[in-house]
């Protein structure tokens, strides 16, 4: 069974190459957290124009992506290193779509995009050439939207609860970001599911232009 493996805090601090705080490092917390509409309790969110709100609240990441991770940079990667709010083990992560749910304890959150990686992400890997590494990898992990706040802990089971209309998975939506041209039935697919506001917004008037 898919099991919460890690849960992780930021606060605020300076990165390398950039000016400014971030809120990129994140800590494992072996302590019960709170998860409301917003996210994750003491987690700290800086760049609330790209990152935050109701639609991304919380940040998924998936340890299969991580093993991917340290065997192509050749060292461990651990759970946190991309800023996720919440590691989970036991789910293929690129196959992770919107709408799935995660119910761990008493919290419900529902998948609503990919992570587009940003110079932030690049800046924490040490590495400026990493965003297209990560884009050809397709492991993006999942922004969730939270449909149940409640607490939850690390060692807890997640039951998975796939969409239950055809699937769009978080790999497919990163590989449509910055394409010009998205056939008719790939953007009525995505707006049949629910993704976040943003890409429903850009696809809804991508599909009105073909009318």
């Known amino acids: 069974m898919p099991r919460l493996v890690s849960v992780n805090i930021g606060q605020p601090q300076p990165i ?6 971030t809120g990129i490092f994140k800590k494992p917390s072996a302590e019960p ?9 003491g987690d700290a969110i800086i ?3 790209h990152h935050g709100g109701v639609d991304q609240a919380v940040y998924v990441y998936f340890t299969d992506d991580y093993a991917h ?17 919440l ?6 992560g690129r196959s992770v779509g919107a709408g799935d749910r995660f119910t761990i304890g008493e919290v419900t959150i529902e998948v609503t995009a990919h992570r587009t990686p ?3 992400l690049a800046a924490r890997m040490e590495d400026p050439t990493f965003l297209k590494a990560y884009h050809r990898a397709g492991r993006p992990g999942a922004y969730c939207r939270v449909l149940t706040p409640g607490q939850l802990q690390v060692g807890q089971d997640v039951v998975h609860q796939p969409f239950d209309g055809e699937p769009v998975t978080v790999a497919e939506m ?3 970001e910055g394409k010009r041209d998205i056939e008719r039935d790939v953007l009525r697919r995505v707006l049949a599911a629910p993704v976040h506001h943003k890409m429903r917004d850009d696809f809804e008037q991508r599909l009105s232009r073909l009318f």
């Not at 390398?16 to 705080?21: E, L, N, V, Y």
């Open 16 to 21: 390398s190459s950039k000016s400014g705080m």
């Open 33 to 41: 957290v709170t998860v409301t509409r917003d996210g994750l309790e």
């Open 47 to 49: 760049d609330r124009r």
């Open 69 to 85: 991770w340290s065997e192509a940079l050749g060292k461990p990667v651990t759970a946190g290193t991309f800023g996720e709010n």
């Open 87 to 92: 590691t989970i083990d036991g789910v293929e």
């Open 118 to 120: 940003c110079s932030t």
């Open 174 to 176: 990163m590989a449509l």
